[in-house]
């Protein structure tokens, strides 16, 4: 099953949608011009087309494995690999003084997607890795940074996160890992983390975990954790990989999908490592890397969906079963309406949720690009909506690609299966959806809401010019709107930060649910009435934007009737 | 991980909830005392949880396979089905007359529901079986009944149903299979049957299959088909297993998931076959089963729901991560909103769509013991959406499970994965849920709404009760019946059938939202106010019951927007 990047959308997107045309006017990004844009991603989207995608089943098929202490790869990722880093799109983004290209981070969300759209499990792999070089761009010594961007960037060596151990889940605090000072700045690592995604493999020369751990002098919780560089080779006096590492891989977990990407237990016992920032204040190095990343999973999300909408609608092209219910169809099942909806829901649920991904790497553009607050907080208020939705709109457009595929969707040979089980996971790591809803409706609501409400005002304004055009579309996506905007404003009213919780995962899907709309919206102007876009978008605000009401409803129900049954209740 | 069976939750649905009074009440149902019932259930529930639940994870990790043309079944599963038989679980609703107990259907679907909670994969073999000892029972010739009722009742021979071919899904009637009379009633049948549940086993003595087929004078479609019989073994003189049927095994599917139950492509080379009903009758003969089949399919992804449900509790309940947000918490994850609020959903959730399995059941029940148009109405109009809703509430449940485990709930130990991957099909097979809702929004609605609206009716009257003693919860109930009796009406006045069609998923689950309020509000009232089940319903009716609004606007779209984007556009 061929994979086909969406390169009208992204265009679509960009040059009407989400405002990269501000990115591209400053002088950080004035590289970015249209023309280098359309050739970005053309580009990247032919290897994704020919190399990625036909490696995605062999990464079904043949997980990685541990055959002696070794990770075995899938076959072909190793091939797969070297196009992905020779192409250099694993550092489209990273400074150019070590070997990226400088560009916009909203170039890197579209070619990830791409990427995880035609192979999830390979693509995290430098998804990972794209955390890492901004994590030590950021935060380590020009010392470190010398010897590991250039190789990172080049994709000769990858990278990992290690945060979780089996105590410290979402907990991160929790762990037990041990950092001892051993003289010349190195640091002696011991303790084990789960769940270490990409921890080894058979075609990077060295891998580089970022690891989470405790000195000595580390008070309990997650403000005594410092962060560390931890390479699976020690670099030599020529930054070649040399001494090996004491460090290992104890075991693959045997998941439910994702079988191409090893997810690792790594065991360090006593390895050498090196501080990146400062001591004790390892956790905002990490959410540098950590809000990168939860942007890109939010993208392998959308891939998947991209992925699985393609799939099935290449069947239900295909798929002849009963008379065609309309005059002048296909004769396929495309032509009976239940079908036909899935479909457009399928495709108006990816445009709203690619749209919330690039709206939100165009903000951290921005705020790279001027320094500016307001930029600032408006990509920390779309990280966490970027991330869930995404993810859900994985979930939601896997589950109907099944149900498109009928019986054939249950069979693995099809394919469509797979989707389902691999992009299932995204909505739990780099942050659970629910812990990414209490930080958009906690951390990302300290201010009153006001990066919510200027948001909405600026997508407000827009919306307003369409109320002549196209009347019919712009006044529901309005009234969401003005519902969002009185529920963001009780929300931030709410002093008990628990009756915020209570309503975070409905609160932050309605806030994806208006955003959506409004980027729809923006899309149907553009396109103008009677286009295709905004027809897409006519099912969109009025088969699936009425859903914003009942998930504001039950954001603002708060705490109490949560705790009103107990737990042996909850048993009975 | 133990299951236990919610044998307080039924007692309350029963007695309060969907009038199994009214059953108990009858005649031919005499036999069916709240003692009768109770102890039918909890010895049921005690067969579940000791026998069936060790041998869930067995089913998936250690797949049905075909060697040489055997069907070998997973481990424990031969004694897991021994017990099935033996404990009479087979054949509660079954015909006295030939060995079974001939209880209400309604005890039949509870006890379905606990066997699908307890090992999936398994269960479908009974349900299978229960089909067609009611096809039998109503459409074959005494001769047939006399041989072969006595063995399925007893559990000793099993059966299966053979509809689907690769090129006649959905679309049944473009089956290509033979049937050619060769004398002494008999028939030779020739074709390929594909998706054909637990097409062959290990365990039973006989397999027999509900085979349709074409007679050589059978005209094309639907109306040209006719229903055999069709014996792995032919019976012999005394009705014991004998010639070996020109029947076989070519192939078990690889699917995503329920591996225990071994799902065949079935290979019929001239096997001898008898007719069940008239000729070219045959689609009458395996509604029959297929109606039957549907509740029960229902109730297994409300069982996959409340084994996943179980699960996630319990993980809950024991891990510990972060400081607990309240005070006098257990200091497990349970004590957080988040985990709370998924949790108290798939309850409420799993609540509704059990009561109207069990309303269908009652239904069925009462048109049985009556033989009145009004239950058999009701019973049909029940059917589509015990169906879909039940088996969409295992998918979201299930879904929730894993997130309730975090990470852990993608590595397949835990188990949370497995009810995700076995209950995906249910949604699938015995009609795609979007069959179910174009049959409810179709031929259900042929009435022009009057079913719907008297079961509204009753359900209304009772609600309006409620005003006194739990108004805040009866009043948005009340609102949300009157916008579906809207629905309804609106609906029943399409006299273009797509346009019905094009909203009949969201019609669907938005008639089976609203019930799940009327459900909820009556088990509150019978508890009472300050009661668990009035704190359950509370979460049902404020935080879920919403949505019904979006579900209705989607539903009254029509289809032309679904046809504004044309098959290239949906490409592009």
């Avoid at 380590?140 to 000769?156: F, N, R």
């Avoid at 970022?210 to 997650?222: Q, Y």
């Avoid at 930029?375 to 779309?382: E, F, H, K, P």
Wanted: net charge negative.
């Amino acid at each position: 099953m061929p994979y086909r990047a969406p390169l009208d959308e992204y265009r679509l997107l960009l040059d009407h949608v989400v405002g990269f045309d501000r990115v591209a006017a400053t002088d950080r990004f004035a590289e970015a011009t249209p023309d280098v844009t359309a050739a970005i991603l053309s580009e990247a989207g032919r290897m994704c087309e020919d190399v990625l995608a036909p490696l995605q089943r062999a990464g079904d098929l043949h997980p990685a494995k541990l055959e002696n202490g070794i990770v075995r790869t899938s076959p072909g990722f190793a091939e797969g690999y070297k196009a992905i880093a020779e192409g250099g799109w694993v550092s489209i983004s990273a400074p150019p003084e070590h070997g990226g290209m400088g560009l916009p981070m909203t170039l890197t969300t579209a070619v990830n997607e791409m990427m995880s759209a035609a192979c999830l499990s390979l693509q995290l792999n430098p998804l990972m890795t794209q955390g890492q070089i901004e994590a030590l761009d950021h935060h380590a010594s020009d010392a470190l940074k010398a010897i590991y961007l250039p190789k990172l960037v080049s994709g000769e060596w990858s990278g990992t996160m290690n945060l979780t151990e089996s105590q410290a889940g979402s907990d991160v605090g929790a762990l037990r890992t041990r950092a001892e000072p051993i003289g010349d700045g190195a640091y002696a690592i011991t303790g084990q983390k789960i769940y270490i995604s990409w921890g080894d493999n058979d075609f990077t020369a060295n891998v580089c975990h970022l690891v989470l751990a405790r000195l000595p002098d580390g008070k309990p919780g997650t403000k005594g954790i410092s962060l560390f560089l931890v390479p699976k080779f020690i670099p030599d006096a020529d930054g070649e990989p040399g001494e090996r590492n004491a460090l290992s891989v104890v075991s693959l977990e045997h998941k439910m999908g994702l079988h191409g990407s090893p997810t690792a237990v790594m065991q360090y016992d006593g390895a050498t490592g090196w501080l990146v920032g400062e001591e004790h204040d390892g956790m905002r190095a990490m959410f540098t890397m950590m809000n990168n990343a939860r942007l890109g999973v939010g993208g392998e999300g959308i891939g998947a969906a991209e992925g699985a909408y393609q799939h099935a609608l290449a069947h239900a092209r295909e798929r002849v079963q009963g008379r065609s219910p309309v005059e002048g169809g296909t004769g396929t099942i495309i032509d009976h309406a239940d079908v036909r909806r899935m479909l457009l829901e399928m495709k108006a649920e990816i445009f709203a949720a690619r749209a919330i991904a690039l709206a939100c790497a165009v903000a951290i553009d921005m705020q790279t690009a001027t320094d500016d607050a307001a930029w600032a907080a408006r990509a920390a208020l779309l990280t966490p909506i970027a991330k869930a939705f995404g993810t859900a709109t994985g979930m939601s457009v896997a589950e109907t690609g099944i149900q498109v595929h009928g019986g054939m969707g249950y069979i693995e040979e099809t394919g469509a299966a797979q989707f389902y089980r691999d992009v299932r996971v995204t909505a739990i790591y780099e942050g659970a959806n629910g812990i990414q809803a209490m930080d958009l409706v906690g951390r990302k609501m300290m201010d009153g809401g006001d990066a919510a409400l200027a948001l909405l005002d600026e997508l407000e304004a827009r919306g307003r010019d369409a109320r002549g055009a196209l009347a019919d579309l712009a006044e529901p996506v309005l009234a969401a709107s003005s519902a969002l905007r009185e529920g963001v404003e009780w929300l931030a009213g709410q002093t008990e930060m628990n009756a915020r919780f209570a309503g975070a995962a409905p609160f932050l899907r309605a806030f994806a649910r208006v955003l959506g709309g409004h980027y729809h919206l923006a899309a149907a102007m553009a396109c103008g009435e009677g286009s295709a876009q905004a027809a897409l978008a006519r099912v969109y605000i009025m088969r699936m934007l009425p859903e914003h009401a009942a998930l504001l409803a039950a954001a603002r129900q708060g705490a109490a009737d949560l705790y009103a049954l107990d737990v042996e209740d909850m048993a009975r």
